[in-house]
Nanobody
Framework: QVLLVESGGGLVQAGGSLRLSCVAF????????MGWFRQAPGKEREFVTA????????YYADSVKGRFTISRDNAKNTVYLQMNSLKPEDTAVYYC?????????????????WGQGTQVTVSS
């Protein structure tokens, strides 16, 4: 079992930055692929970014490429999402997710564990 706890959300003006953190309570955090997804009101949950177990490979949705950066610290059981140049359309609840396989996936159905979510609101 893996417990994921996100933090770092909040209200920011367009063009600003936020850093989300996700702490995983798991014995084998380093074996999980970690991802961030988001869900805006009235919309389906969508893939944002993912990082493989080693941190060597990262993947991004086109909508955030060049603005968001995912990273992980396996010694701290933590994955981060640095969000720069935020836009109002980035407003959503952001979820951290863990996949028990080491291969990358952008499909939410392939992630086994989810955090409770943290709200990010970008004002124009």
């Amino acid at each position: 079992q893996v417990l994921l706890v996100e933090s770092g959300g909040g209200l920011v003006q367009a063009g600003g930055s936020l850093r989300l953190s996700c702490v995983a309570f798991a014995h084998t955090f380093s074996s999980y692929t970690m991802g961030w997804f988001r869900q805006a009101p009235g919309k389906e949950r969508e893939f944002v970014t993912a990082i493989v177990w080693s941190g060597d490979s990262t993947y991004y949705a086109d909508s955030v490429k060049g603005r968001f950066t995912i990273s992980r610290d396996n010694a701290k059981n933590t994955v981060y999402l640095q969000m720069n140049s935020l836009k109002p359309e980035d407003t959503a609840v952001y979820y951290c997710a863990a996949r028990s396989l080491r291969a990358y996936s952008d499909d939410a159905r392939e992630y086994n564990y989810w955090g409770q979510g943290t709200q990010v609101t970008v004002s124009s």
